[in-house]
């Protein structure tokens, strides 16, 4: 069971706005450490989204966004296109666990 | 441009053992922490193990401890896993990652599929 909480499936029409909400712990999340985002589309490998919680690397477009309160995360899509199609995941370090980098289970985002 | 190429994958009998290497170029392999994630057929990511650019200091995850070894070698610019011990579980698409110093996987290679099974 993974130690960060992501909802298993969201769905938006395109163009609309959705969220993806990551909840952990004091000993992760809560405790100030990072958390990033990651897309897979099908049959891929994952792809860096959002970093340090807020932060597109090169060539992410504005239209993902991450925010960070407390002990959650969330990541934001607006504008959803077909392409948005894919798994999410969020990802942060746990101090319970030694040198243990955790993910979420993942979330399946579905545009209808 | 970051490239990172798993290889080794492959079948394997449960107790069995097998060495996965991941070839890196386009950056300074020996300055960068790298890792080991993996993700079984149809399930989520689950990281396996880190290892420190100079090899000082190394994680496992509870899943794998005692049955898997992370090493590198900054020569060859390879990152190394050797599992030992591999059970039906252990069967994943492993991914080679280079991290950041706030533990975030900045480049992934493309995978390579171990299957354990009899």
């Known amino acids: 069971q993974s130690v960060l909480t992501q909802p298993p499936s969201v769905s938006g029409a395109p163009g609309q706005r959705v969220t993806i909400s990551c909840t952990g712990s004091?000993?992760?999340?809560?405790?100030?450490?990072?958390v990033h985002w990651y897309q897979q589309l099908p049959g891929t490998a994952p792809k860096l989204l959002i970093y340090?919680?807020?932060n597109r690397p090169s060539g992410v477009p504005d239209r993902f966004s991450g925010s960070k309160s407390g002990t959650s995360a969330s990541l934001a899509i607006t504008g959803l296109q077909a392409e948005d199609e894919a798994d999410y995941y969020c990802?942060?370090?746990?101090?319970?666990?030694?040198?243990?980098?955790?993910f979420g289970v993942g979330t399946k985002l579905t545009v209808l | 441009e970051v490239q990172l190429v798993e290889s080794g994958g492959g079948l394997v009998k449960p107790g069995g053992s097998l060495r996965l290497s991941c070839a890196a170029s386009g950056f300074t392999f020996s300055t960068y922490s790298m890792n080991w994630v993996r993700q079984a057929p149809g399930k989520g990511l689950e990281w396996v193990s880190s290892i420190s650019s100079s090899s000082t200091y190394i994680y496992y995850s509870d899943s794998v401890k005692g049955r898997f070894t992370i090493s590198r070698d900054n020569a060859k610019n390879s990152l190394y896993l050797q599992m030992n011990s591999l059970r039906a579980e252990d069967t994943a698409v492993y991914y080679c990652a280079r991290s950041q110093p706030d533990f975030h996987f900045d480049h992934w290679g493309q995978g390579t599929l171990v299957t354990v099974s009899s």
């Open positions: 990802q942060s370090y746990d101090s319970s666990l030694s040198g243990s980098r955790v």
């Open positions: 004091s000993s992760n999340i809560g405790a100030g450490y990072a």
């Open positions: 340090a919680d807020t």
